[in-house]
């Protein structure tokens, strides 16, 4: 089993940054791969936002937040962050972290583990 607590959000102006971090707990949870899916207001689909591999640094993005979002994490510390910068108001949603054994999915039925989320919402 791999628990996962997501923190970080709020609510912020267009143009600011945030900074998501997801801590992650489990025996093997370094194991997995690491995602961050959204879900917009009134929409029942979590969408990918990035992903990270286990122990490289090569990560994908969906094109809505290439340049703009980064993800890193730190085994160390169990931990997978999500900076976000230069932020829109369609980034408001609630954000989630996830685990899955698979590498490079982007659709949200293929994570083994899923954080509560945590909202973020950007004013205009």
């Known amino acids: 089993q791999v628990q996962l607590v997501e923190s970080g959000g709020g609510l912020v102006q267009a143009g600011d940054s945030l900074r998501l971090s997801c801590a992650a707990s489990?025996?093997?949870?370094?194991?997995?791969?690491m995602y961050w899916f959204r879900q917009p207001p009134a929409s029942l689909k979590r969408e990918f936002v990035a992903t990270i591999g286990r122990i490289t640094s090569n990560t994908k993005y969906a094109d809505s937040v290439k340049g703009r979002f980064t993800i890193s994490r730190d085994n160390a510390k169990n931990t997978v962050y999500l900076q976000m910068n230069s932020l829109k108001s369609e980034d408001t949603a609630v954000y989630y972290c996830?685990?899955?054994?698979?590498?490079?999915?982007?659709?949200?039925?293929?994570?083994?583990?899923w954080g509560k989320g945590t909202q973020v919402t950007v004013s205009s």
């Open positions: 489990g025996r093997t949870s370094s194991s997995y791969f």
């Open positions: 996830a685990a899955a054994a698979q590498p490079w999915l982007i659709s949200a039925g293929g994570m083994d583990y």
